[in-house]
Nanobody
Framework: VQLQAFGGGLVRAGGSLRLSCAAS????????VHWYRQVSGKQRELVAT???????NYADSLKGRLTISRDNIKKTVDLQMSSLRPEDTAVYYC?????????WGQGTLVTVSS
């Protein structure tokens, strides 16, 4: 399976942005899907997960500002982000583990200006 993340861009603090992750295969629906982010010079961190059954989990520090959702027909997982802060500036990646192998999308840059 291949993943493509898009939807990043420049937004002002307090604004919102919706990221999307598109998968190449319908078997995607059997996978938990994760969104990570990476700030330059720092480790990649998990921000949100939606399981194959639609259960969602969020990083504690981001709860209340993120909503992750999936559409198995469209083969997409979206990450709605609100009340964005400059410290949310990062490259955001979607990820699945497919047959034991982590698969990453190419990342999409989110820049939040103050």
């Amino acid at each position: 399976v291949q993943l493509q993340a898009f939807g990043g861009g420049l937004v002002r603090a307090g604004g919102s942005l919706r990221l999307s992750c598109a998968a190449s295969r319908s078997s995607f629906r059997f996978n938990d899907v994760h969104w990570y982010r990476q700030v330059s010079g720092k480790q990649r961190e998990l921000v949100a997960t939606v399981t194959r059954d639609g259960i969602t989990n969020y990083a504690d520090s981001l709860k209340g500002r993120l909503t992750i959702s999936r559409d198995n027909i469209k083969k997409t997982v979206d990450l709605q982000m609100s009340s964005l802060r400059p410290e949310d500036t990062a490259v955001y990646y979607c990820n699945v583990v497919y047959r034991g192998i982590p698969i990453w999308g190419q990342g999409t840059l989110v820049t939040v200006s103050s």
